[in-house]
């Protein structure tokens, strides 16, 4: 089990730009989610997936993001046109959950800070 | 919907002291309640979680946590802090809503004093 990675750990970009995150979670876990924490701030749900459909996305995720999964594997977050106020630590997590059997446990990776210059 | 509140942002308790993070929820049904804690450069991790039972549960690293219904309340105890113990801690509240979807609050930051 080599848990939930993300890359890049670390993006510093010039407004205006687009930058992409990519997750790899538990390779037996058919839930991915992503996660945005600011500084002081418990992550805030962007969106999930169940396998590779987008089931749910937040509010939060304007227009400028979107998420893929495909093939129900590793995710990508890809921000376009980046404004200061995205500069956030983007959180991965998995989970396994199947019909009539929820742990609800998330298993997260280590997160990709965004700085938006 | 979910919500989860976390009244203290920060709290400093001396090692070998008692510890309690308090976390209250909104939810209209009976809830999912965890406990997640995130060292610095570190991911979120489980301590403890409630889905149904006992409503004093037992987590990792000598945690526990009691859930309170009427209080609508979920708080963490630990009865003796060690200085590893500083971290950021998550109350969070799941809820199975077509999907499963958790919610965290704003966490609280455990200061340790020798």
């Known amino acids: 089990d080599t848990g939930v990675s993300q890359d890049p750990r670390h993006k510093i970009t010039k407004r205006g730009q687009n930058v992409t995150f990519r997750c790899d979670p538990i390779?037996?876990?058919?839930?991915l989610y992503w996660y945005r924490q600011t500084l002081g701030q418990g992550p805030e749900f962007l969106t999930y997936?169940?396998?590779?459909?987008?089931?749910?996305k937040s509010r939060l995720l304007s227009d400028r993001f979107s998420a893929e999964r495909p093939k129900g594997s590793f995710s990508t977050l890809e921000i376009q046109r980046t404004e200061q106020g995205d500069s956030a630590m983007y959180l991965c997590?998995?989970?396994?959950?199947?019909?009539?059997?929820?742990?609800?446990?998330?298993?997260f990776g280590e997160g990709s800070r965004l700085t938006v210059l | 919907a979910q919500s989860v509140t976390q009244p203290d942002i920060h709290i400093t308790v001396s090692e070998g002291a008692s510890l309690e993070l308090r976390c209250n929820y909104s939810?209209?049904?009976?809830?999912?309640l965890f406990w997640y804690v995130q060292s610095p450069g570190q991911g979120l991790q489980l301590l403890l979680k409630y889905f149904s039972g006992d409503t004093l549960v037992q987590g990792i690293k000598g945690f526990e946590a009691e859930f309170k219904r009427s209080q609508s309340s979920f708080n963490l105890r630990k009865p003796s802090v060690h200085w590893s113990d500083a971290a950021e801690y998550f109350c969070?509240?799941?809820?199975?809503?077509?999907?499963?979807?958790?919610?965290f609050g704003a966490g609280t930051r455990l200061f340790v004093k020798a």
């Open positions: 997936f169940q396998n590779e459909a987008q089931l749910e």
């Open positions: 939810y209209g049904a009976t809830p999912y």
């Open positions: 390779s037996e876990h058919n839930r």
């Open positions: 997590a998995s989970s396994l959950d199947r019909a009539g059997s929820h742990t609800g446990e998330l298993f």
């Open positions: 969070a509240v799941g809820a199975l809503t077509g999907g499963f979807k958790t919610i």
